[in-house]
Nanobody, 116 residues
Framework: QVQLVESGGGLVQPGGSLTLSCAAS????????MGWYRQAPGKQRDLVAG????????NYADSVKGRFTISRDNTNNTVYLQMNSLKPEETAVYYC?????????WGQGTQVIVSS
């Protein structure tokens, strides 16, 4: 089993920054992709960013390119999402995910509110 625990959400003003963290534990030996989705009220869950097992490959939603940066620390089994220039429409619950050998695991989500 795999457990994912997110942290770092909160209230931020438009144009501000936040860094989300997601710590993985459990049966996570081997190669696994990690990343982030977000879900705004009444909307579907959309991919924000993903990062390969070694960290050498990343992908981003077009809407966040140039503003968000995903990274990972495999020593601590943690993935990060640095979010800059946040917009009110990016208010959502942000979910961490981990893909390992055909299975996807989710965190419980962390709320991000972008508002003045």
């Amino acid at each position: 089993q795999v457990q994912l625990v997110e942290s770092g959400g909160g209230l931020v003003q438009p144009g501000g920054s936040l860094t989300l963290s997601c710590a993985a534990s459990g049966n996570i030996f081997g190669f696994y992709i990690m990343g982030w989705y977000r879900q705004a009220p009444g909307k579907q869950r959309d991919l924000v960013a993903g990062i390969s097992s070694g960290g050498g490959m990343t992908n981003y939603a077009d809407s966040v390119k140039g503003r968000f940066t995903i990274s990972r620390d495999n020593t601590n089994n943690t993935v990060y999402l640095q979010m800059n220039s946040l917009k009110p429409e990016e208010t959502a619950v942000y979910y961490c995910y981990l893909d390992r050998y055909g299975a996807r695991y989710w965190g419980q989500g962390t709320q991000v509110i972008v508002s003045s």
